[in-house]
């Protein structure tokens, strides 16, 4: 039996819902995309590189998990599958013939951007229905995505 969040319209809870499973399909394609760039990076600076790799996609799941938890917590279903984010992510399809740090780092700079954009998109749209816990979550991932966007821009000066 689902448990009603008190204070929150069915208005809020399913637009919450739906932006939380978008920003999830989108996170989930941005992580493979960081994993990617893990996996074939190579040049100068290397292992500095591929570290920070490592560090991006941490913080990557971090918000995967929340925003997946959220969506159970407004008794809705997560969705993650392979084929569901394919179908879902609406982020550039990131190249896998890539290999220098600087083509990799462009590439992600590239869709951070983008998916930084839709976070605050979603934080525009939770906040209008109403659901303040959920602009939180939001935020959150917003700023953390603005501050990785900032380690690789700074590698590329």
């Known amino acids: 039996m689902a448990v009603a969040l008190k204070g929150l319209t069915d208005n809020a ?9 978008a920003r999830l399909a ?7 995309a960081v994993k990617q760039a893990h996996w074939n990076v190579k040049g100068r600076n ?3 590189v591929h ?5 991006l996609h941490n913080n990557l799941r971090a918000d995967i998990d929340i925003f997946a938890e959220r969506v159970q917590q407004l008794d809705g279903v997560a969705v993650g599958t392979a084929e569901k984010v394919a179908q879902g992510s609406t982020l550039k399809e990131y190249p896998t013939d890539l290999t220098k740090a600087e083509d ?3 590439a ?3 869709r951070y951007r983008d ?9 525009d749209a939770t906040d209008e229905a109403g659901d ?15 501050k990785d966007l900032w380690f690789m821009e700074s590698h590329l000066e």
Do not use: M, P, Q, Y
Request: proline fraction near 0%; glycine fraction near 2%; charge should be negative.
């Open 13 to 21: 809870r399913k637009t919450s819902i739906s932006e939380l499973n």
């Open 46 to 48: 290397f292992i500095a």
């Open 104 to 106: 990799h780092i462009r």
């Open 51 to 55: 570290e920070l790799f490592d560090a």
């Open 132 to 146: 303040a816990d959920t602009v939180d979550i939001f935020t959150a991932a917003s700023r953390s995505v603005d």
């Open 108 to 110: 992600l700079c590239e």
């Open 115 to 123: 998916h930084g954009e839709k976070l605050r998109a979603a934080i």
């Open 26 to 32: 989108d996170s989930i394609a941005l992580a493979l």
